[in-house]
């Protein structure tokens, strides 16, 4: 079952999505790569 969630950072952004798991409300962190791969 799909449920509405939002991402909501410290600066004030917020993102909306859908959620996946328990249905919690929890704080955690965001860990983003911004690697660059490239195939030949």
Do not use: P
Not at 11 to 40: I, L, P, Q
């Amino acid at each position: 079952m799909k449920r509405e969630a939002r991402l909501i950072l410290d600066n004030g952004t917020v993102y909306s999505g859908w959620s996946f798991g328990a249905e919690v409300n929890t704080v955690g962190e965001v860990v983003f790569n911004t690697a660059m791969m490239g195939f030949r």
